[in-house]
């Protein structure tokens, strides 16, 4: 019988939080013991997560972004996570730790760094994946931030405006270096950041 | 030169003052009244007292008791009519107020002129000295100098700065530094009193025979009077280093939120100092008393801002008396508070920060720039006449200088906060997800200035049960002195020196605006999925709170449903228009499906822009048809200043009921409008919505700009289609319909009138009801915005914004 998503989120909650800050980590021997022992416990109730298991969550339902945050966990194409997935998409928004950015110089840059964060933010917001952020992408993320009572026209100028200001190479889309140097005064790491141990 | 002079004219307007004074002591000594009952006004230590209606009444009464005398005994010599007489006693009071704030506004006019010095010396430094030596020059004359009184600076010169405080404060990151802030205000303010305190008292025990009589008690009063950080100080010196906003707001909002503990600190060992002994149910009513205090500040402060934000939604037929409104109902939530020995200040920050969004989206905009700009002048006004006034008391009070309690207080001081902040930070950073860094800790420690209000709390002191409250006021103005001389005019060089990150100038663009919002959302969802109950979450939560209902009580009619991004945004139009206007510059239109809104007039743009679709030759021609024909109404003047109307607004609610119906209509009529030009009356409403709350910092108008050109249109004149563009700007909104040919020879027409029916909503139709909207639509544009000001990069910067 499959437990409801309340209880295995609540379940899922000290995995999450314990787990999420050695997943993305070149975890000591002892993390990944207790992340192995960890899943172990949890692998029998967190096999995999359909979208229906996400969509119960009654927050998400009214959240404007609820749809591509759901979709953000499902990688191509796929209609299941498992909990290493899960755990890697959630492992974006762990908070950068000073001594972090001294080691692992030569390694791939670790899940939560500022750029990678950006870059998850501007998945969201580039659906057709073409590393650009369009018109009608930007105006479909303005109509569900900002509701029906708007009018296009007014939405259309308000991305018109948007791109303009972006945009510097004369494309009429925001590419991902140009979406970091708008949000470089934002203080992202501590705005995309969320404390899992506490 | 100039400066010579400007600098000579407070001098000479107090020599004025000096033998004013002995000559009205030389016209009562010979009406012949007795002594003492003279004397009383003089002796009152200074002129400006807390009972300026005190001194009148004793001065009435005493003339009438001149003239029994006289009509008894004396037989008078007849004087001849008096063409020319002087009554000074009459004016007394409001002449002497008026020439110290004279005298505060003169200082701060000279200090701009010798920049050289003030790029050294900060302000309050240099207003310190004046004070000294204006309190060195009127003992000199011969007369008392003026010492703050309690009453005046709470009641009057310190409201003010806490108001334009607290109504500018930066929202966003004050919430997300919440907890930083409390611990150093609450934990820090507690750590430094018993800290300095109790050291204090070992000090005096073994300080020798002068000191010893001071109890643990008077100590522990001592040092809490002394532990707060002072909100004036910080603010006259953070603000002119430009520090980063986090640390400002955390040196800041410390400042503030100390009150509470100050409040309850002080009461608490004053009461204590009169009982024998001290018993536990006192120690555990005493931190009940701290909940109470803090908490029912802050009650008593939203309780105000509600009642104000309600009231804003009814003035929109009196906007003259709006901003008295946010003043008057402020100043009650401070006054209430005081009534019950609650936190004022707190009470004062909550008011203004509740009220400010609902206010901000009911007022107009000419109210919003007038609130704006007093608080600003009369925050800065009080903060100089508090300085000023520092210095003057200085010199005219009894000080009782040992060296002992002096030098120890001032060295406890320092070692206190900087212990208390680091061992605090080392706390706080375990919570913190960008962590405080040792240079920041530096600042924070460093920013500790101590000011007036340290002052005027031990001057409230009585004498009778502390009889050292002298030698406690020289060490608490040695105290101020230092940290603000010393810390205030070191703090700058050593910002340059550890290279601390400065405050960023740009205004918020609306791609962080919205990506800010975007990333809001996506973290509440993340947090919704871990079951995290975090900060975005609960925001969030308040959020749909304040949309679902309290959105729907307290802002008038349609704004209330306005999102905020796009409120946001027709700020920033509304902004640029104004600059556009103020510029004469005229930007060629790019070329966008939306030519009816006035969104697309970017001075950005570059001439060969072929960034997005460009519309069609005919449509662009029928647009400009239309516009041109449209712009013979917009020969506008305003009418002849009525002081209790201001014209646009009466026919705003009748305007929006009518666009309400019209919205319907083009919804309907979206799909097989035949030019993609609708006549989009959507725009208008929140054009004239886009007058109300702007951004404080948001308007920046070019430092050339003469008066405000208001646009006159002659459409007669041969236009290219270019310079159509400023004036298409105006009637954008109106979506192009020709006048009626009454109204055109009217000119300002200001009758509302009902749309035509229905089936008339055609972009050709005319529309009488066009000319109230393009018309308030240049009232906009022509309003003159705020001027760029010298002291926009001042203290007078809304703080963070």
Redesign the interface.
Known sequence: MRKSKRSRRRRASPTVRSLACTVASPASTKAKMALLDLFIRTCCILALLSREDFQRIPELAINPLGDRIINAFFSEGEDQVNFRGFMRTLAHFRPIEDNEKSKDQNGPEPLNSRSNKLHFAFRLYDLDKDDKISRDELLQVLRMMVGVNISDEQLGSIADRTIQEADQDGDCAISFAEFVKVLEKVDVEQKMSIRFLH | MGAAALRALPWALLLLLGPLLPGQRLQADATRVSEPTWEQPWGEPGGITAAPLATAQEVHPLNKQHHNHSAEGHPKPRKAFPVLGIDYSHVRIPFEISLWILLACLMKMGFHVMSSVSKVVPESCLLIVVGLLVGGLIKAVGEKPPILKSDIFFLFLLPPIILDAGYFLPLRQFT?NLGTILIFAVVGTLWNAFFLGGLMYAVCQIGGSGLNHIGLLANLLFGSIISAVDPVAVLAVFEEIHINELLHILVFGESLLNDAVTVVLYHLFEEFANFEQVTIIDMVLGFLSFFVVSLGGVFVGVIYGLIAAFTSRFTSNIRVIEPLFVFLYSYMAYLSAEIFHLSGIMALIASGVVMRPYVEANISHKSHTTIKYFLKMWSSVSETLIFIFLGVSTVAGQHYWNWTFVISTLLFCLIARVLGVLVLTWFINK?R???LTPKDQFIIAYGGLRGAIAFSLCYLLDYEHFNMRDMFLTAIITVIFFTVFVQGMTIRPLVDLLAVKKK?E?KR????E??????D????????????Y?HH?WKDKLN?FNKKYVKKCLIAGERS?E?Q??AF?HKMEMKQAIELVESGGLGKI?S???A??I??I?P??LPD?N??SALSKDKEDEIRKILRSNLQKTRQRLRSYNRHTLVADPYEDVWNQMLMKRQKM?QAE?QNAYLTV?A?R??SP?MSRARIGSDPLAYEPKPDSENLPIITIDPASPQSPESMDLSNEVPKGCGGLPPSPEEDEEGLVMRPKEPSSPGTDDVFTPGTSDSPSSQRMLRCLSDPGPRQEPEEGEPFIPKGQ
């Open positions: 997300e919570f997800i960008v962590k960023q740009t663009s609306i791609n962080e919205i990506h800010t919002q975007f990333l959302h996506l973290l509440t969802g993340i947090e919704d999925i871990c079951g995290h975090g979450h749909r449903k999102p991004l796009i945004y790019p966008t499906i939306s009816v809104s969104q697309n970017s950005k743009t822009s960034a997005l083009q979206l609708p989009n959507i725009d929140t």
